[in-house]
């Protein structure tokens, strides 16, 4: 029997499902970055949602998991919330090539990778194409915050002006 498809959530969903096991765990030991790993999809906007405590990185569900034999494993966090103040992700710009990244998933095996570059890119020339991607050789990207705040005092909202993007290639 074939499952009927009747909107693209539903595609999305139907893909997550034959991906490798979700992460749930991130450590970075050189950045001091120990985390959560929650499943997220997409906000209202139509981009990746995130976790709201910056103590907690997002997987993209939609991205491939840390297992899979191709495609990006995507995590994000924010670097800083009013109610928590700096998060782990704001050592990610102090990321070195040849740093060792693990990610256990929800299996409980333990993926690791090693840290290829660090780019800080303003947020309206991310390529996005390059970072969700499910095909190529499997490999991890951190993403968040960097570079200027803008604040809006008016509305009381803001953003910062770049991404962090951190690429790391998988060893196992």
């Known amino acids: 029997m074939t499952a009927t498809v009747t909107s693209p959530r539903e595609v999305l969903d139907a893909l997550a499902a034959r991906v490798a096991p979700a992460p749930v765990a991130l450590s970075v030991p050189d950045l001091g970055i120990e985390m959560a790993v929650l499943p997220q999809a997409l906000d209202e ?48 710009l102090n990321a070195q090539p040849g740093q060792l990244v693990s990610i256990v998933d929800a299996e409980g095996e333990q993926h690791e990778y090693r840290i290829t570059t660090v780019e800080q890119i303003p947020k309206d ?48």
């Open 45 to 92: 906007r139509g981009q990746m949602a995130l976790p709201a405590s910056a103590f907690d990185a997002g997987w993209y569900q939609y991205s491939a998991g840390p297992g899979a034999s191709q495609g990006t494993t995507v995590l994000a966090s924010h670097v800083f919330t009013v109610a928590e103040g700096e998060g782990p992700f704001l050592t990610l």
């Open 125 to 172: 020339d991310v390529p996005l194409d390059r970072i969700f991607t499910t095909v190529g050789d499997p490999r991890l990207v951190m993403v968040t915050c960097g570079g200027d705040y803008d604040a809006d005092y008016a509305s009381g909202v803001g953003r910062y002006q770049d991404n962090v993007i951190v690429t790391a290639e998988r060893l196992s």
